[in-house]
């Protein structure tokens, strides 16, 4: 290897280093008129799953949160907009079926707007988590259909991450009327969590009724559990009948079933486990 290639070789790893460096913040920060462009841009091709506002949507996470969890710099957070997150159902850049694909200052002027709508946590949390807990796997019953940390039930959706994606105002909205988000006529993404917790009801060619959750559903056949868990694999061409409902199958907690601090409570519980 000759010294002027060598030369050659440490100019371009430099050279390399410092355009890095220079990606490595946002170049926009800070800049009013970069926020608003990237407000624009995040109702195309972001608000869809995250919200108007970046307040969490059906599929993505609440954003204007300070500590996000796959993102601890203004670099992060480009690298994930421009990349997707595999495992996820965080696309990457233009693959996502809305709008068309972004530029590098697209990408930048998003990640501005995004950390203006950033609100921090208040100096004491609300509620009492450890209190939330005991109410969560007690008294409440919400371990009865809801699942956290692999503890729980599998009738309802698994709470694990919820603390972590969803505000503190949508968990309580969820809890005080739940089938809100499950209204016939929103599409998947915008719903608060997946098809298959819409409640269902079939009659067997027997007479057999069998009310439940749906698993899996195509044309010729139904998966359903139960309330009991029980998991049954029903022929639709065999069903007296088969009704859907938007109704959620989980009832309405007001204030005189638990109470607000109760509920403050849970939801500190929450918020603690989708921290971590």
């Not at 850049?93 to 697209?106: A, K, L, Y």
């Not at 749906?214 to 056949?221: G, H, K, R, V």
Request: charged share 25%.
């Amino acid at each position: 290897m000759s010294r002027r290639w060598r030369t050659e070789v440490v100019v371009f790893v430099i050279l390399a280093a410092a355009a890095y460096a220079a990606d490595d913040r946002n170049p926009l920060a800070g800049d009013a008129k970069a926020a608003k462009a990237g407000e624009y841009e995040f109702r195309i091709n972001c608000a869809l799953c995250h919200g108007l506002g970046a307040h969490g949507g059906g599929r993505g996470p609440d954003l204007t949160r300070a500590v996000k969890k796959h993102t601890h710099s203004d670099a992060d957070m480009f690298q994930v907009i421009s990349n997707g997150i595999p495992g996820t159902a965080m696309p990457a850049n233009g693959t996502n079926g809305q709008g068309v694909g972004m530029t590098d200052e697209e990408i930048w002027q998003i990640i501005t707007y995004i950390r203006s709508q950033e609100v921090k946590a208040p100096a004491k949390p609300l509620g009492n988590a450890v209190h939330g807990k005991d109410l969560f796997y007690g008294d409440a019953n919400c371990s009865l259909c809801h699942m956290v940390e692999g503890k729980g039930g599998r009738l309802g959706p698994d709470l694990t991450a919820v603390g972590g994606s969803r505000t503190r105002e949508a968990m309580i909205d969820s809890v005080r009327d739940p089938s809100r988000r499950l209204a016939w006529g929103l599409t998947e993404a915008t719903k608060e969590f997946p098809h298959e917790y819409e409640s269902v009801t079939a009659v067997t060619a027997d007479g057999k009724e069998i009310k439940g959750v749906t698993l899996n559903e195509d044309s010729f056949s139904v998966q359903i559990m139960d309330s009991n868990e029980q998991i049954h694999l029903l022929k639709k061409d065999k069903l007296r009948s088969f009704q859907k409902s938007r109704q959620s199958a989980m009832p309405k907690y007001d204030a005189d079933v638990l109470s607000d601090k109760d509920l403050e409570d849970i939801v500190a519980y929450l918020i603690s486990v989708g921290a971590k």
